[in-house]
């Protein structure tokens, strides 16, 4: 017999698993919105495609207006074409030398090659399908709630003063209102069905089909909030056990906040999430005197290489230590890194914080690509002046992780060590915890996208060719969770970023450790 708690907890997941795209797996997440690089092939296929139809078109505009010309010509029942000797010539030429062009123009070929071509055209890029379009609708949706966006704003396509090609129509506001209640954003569910019944009751005229729909879609409104009364109800009386199957899935902090209202972490939760919002909006969190001591300078390396051009370096925080490298990759470097990236993105994997099982997720929307030291001789040399920008060595980092965001791309708070001393993760070989991440911007990001460290007050923005850096572990091996980070969502622009994760083996004699816990 099935406990009441363990019908609570089918209950749960049963509804979950209705909501989230995809449910556990998120198989559904699309894989064309994830990534703004994806989305340039797109913009740059439909160009052709565009260019194929207007030669369409003009080809077509030629075709009938023969097939005019010659049904205008005709004169009809009030000429004599028998006994009018001049108009029977023009008749018989009519019939010869005329209509020949008729004929071809009705046993004209193009459209078969027109459709060949857009359909070449077509099958060499990633189509997007419904769940790409759901997933750029909950994108608004994120930067709408991150950035605290007026949702008029958004529907009349205003991003910070830049305009969008088109206003959101009902139909695209019910759209976002679907999506936010999937995905467990209720009360932002209410207000853009709101906004889509407004725009409904305004338009003209203001039929008996459209006033049904009026109706239909507000008794489906008394339904949602039956719905989330029993998804909040069932959350908050699930065990963590229930609630560890969706970790990592990207729950959005709205709805954490209701499931661990009574519980002890929920101030952590409420004020980590304030904290990242705060940052990504651009304020400063820390009073001015907690600057104080941070310096730019100049060091030189663990090479001769650079006495003459040392590294430009910004302390961001002392500890944790946090530092941006500055201007440390050429453009030639990031554009070599993004070209070798392009053919291996895939969408992004995230590990679950309980099980660590990788699986796509709505807590990071990008693709990424893995590129190693022997891709290319140039790649090998970043490597390299990464050892002599941190005195660490690189034989033992995971490859160079890039990552091009998507639609609205961001990747929730998270830290990158595993915490392996208290964990058993797998039985693979990692060459030890992630000892310190070097992060490379490889362009610049109009608005939005970046990474900021919550629980210490820091942000920093992207800017391409410059480097951010910082020790994820402490000297006594534990994880740092101080280093808590997120990327904020990539408002106008795209971003390009490049990981690499440096491992603690093979840094023994580098970076020494100590027994005390607080070093």
């Known amino acids: 017999m099935i406990s009441g708690m363990s019908c609570y907890k089918n209950l749960f997941s049963c509804a979950l698993l209705l909501l989230l795209p995809g449910g556990l797996s998120c198989s559904t997440l699309g894989d064309v919105h994830t990534s703004a690089a994806t989305v340039a092939q797109l913009v740059e296929n439909e160009a052709a495609v565009i260019l194929t139809l ?6 077509e ?78 994108a608004l949706v994120r930067l709408q709630d991150t950035y605290g966006l007026a949702l008029d704003d958004i529907v009349e396509g205003d991003i ?37 019944l407004e725009l409904l009751r305004a338009s003209q005229p ?64 409420d004020k980590l999430d304030d904290l990242y919002r705060r940052l990504c909006r651009g304020e400063q969190l820390q009073p001015p005197e907690a600057y104080i001591g941070l310096k730019c300078g100049y060091i030189f390396g663990n090479s001769g290489r650079y006495k003459l051009m040392p590294f430009k370096v910004e302390l961001m925080w002392p500890d944790p230590v946090i530092i941006v490298y500055h201007d440390v990759l050429s453009e030639h470097e990031t554009r070599l890194l993004k070209e070798i990236s392009m053919p291996r993105l895939a969408t992004t994997m995230v ?35 990464i050892e002599d920008m941190t005195g660490l060595s690189t034989q033992t980092a995971e490859p160079l992780h890039v990552l091009n965001y998507g639609i609205g791309g961001h990747y929730d708070a998270h830290v990158d060590f595993f915490d392996l001393r208290n964990k058993s993760l797998d039985d693979s070989p990692h060459q030890g915890d992630r000892m310190s991440t070097m992060l490379f ?35 006594s091996g534990e994880g740092d969770y101080r280093t808590v980070h997120a990327s904020c969502p990539v408002l106008l622009g795209e971003k390009w970023i490049a990981n690499l994760w440096i491992h603690e083996w093979g840094q023994e004699f580098r970076w020494k450790c100590t027994n005390n816990p607080q070093d």
């Not at 679907?178 to 069905?193: G, I, T």
């Not at 199957?245 to 661990?260: A, D, H, N």
């Open 206 to 269: 203001l039929t008996y089909a459209v006033q049904k729909r009026i109706e239909k879609i507000t008794k489906q409104q008394e339904h949602r909030v039956m719905m989330r009364q029993f998804v909040t109800q069932m959350a908050q009386k699930s065990d963590d056990h229930v609630l560890d199957q969706f970790s990592g899935l990207g729950i959005p902090t709205s709805f954490q906040k209701q499931i661990y209202a009574k519980h002890d972490d929920f101030d952590q939760v």
């Open 54 to 59: 207007k030669n369409y078109i003009k080809k």
């Open 61 to 138: 505009e030629e075709r009938l207006q023969t097939i005019k010309q010659y049904v205008e010509s005709w004169g009809g029942e009030d000429a004599d074409y028998v006994n009018n000797p001049i108009n029977s010539y023009h008749f018989l030429r009519r019939l010869t030398h005329d209509y020949s062009p008729v004929q071809n123009a009705l046993h004209d070929t193009t459209t078969k090659a027109v459709r060949a071509n857009i359909t070449l055209l077509r099958e060499s890029v990633d189509v997007p399908v419904e769940a790409d379009v759901n997933g750029a609708a909950y």
């Open 160 to 196: 910070k003063g830049t305009k969008a090609v088109q206003e959101l129509t009902a139909d695209d506001c019910f759209r976002l209102g679907q999506q936010s209640f999937k995905n467990l954003e209720f009360d932002l569910s209410s207000q853009w069905y709101d906004k889509g």
């Open 351 to 385: 590990h679950s914080f309980t099980t660590h099982e990788a699986r796509k997720s709505l807590a990071r929307i990008g693709k990424t690509a893995w590129v190693r030291p022997e891709d290319d001789a140039k790649v090998a040399k970043i490597f390299d002046r």
């Open 441 to 475: 911007y490889l362009n610049d990001v109009k608005a939005g996208g970046s990474t900021v460290f919550p629980t210490l007050g820091v942000a920093v923005p992207a800017r391409r060719g410059s480097a951010l850096f910082w020790f994820n572990l402490k000297r």
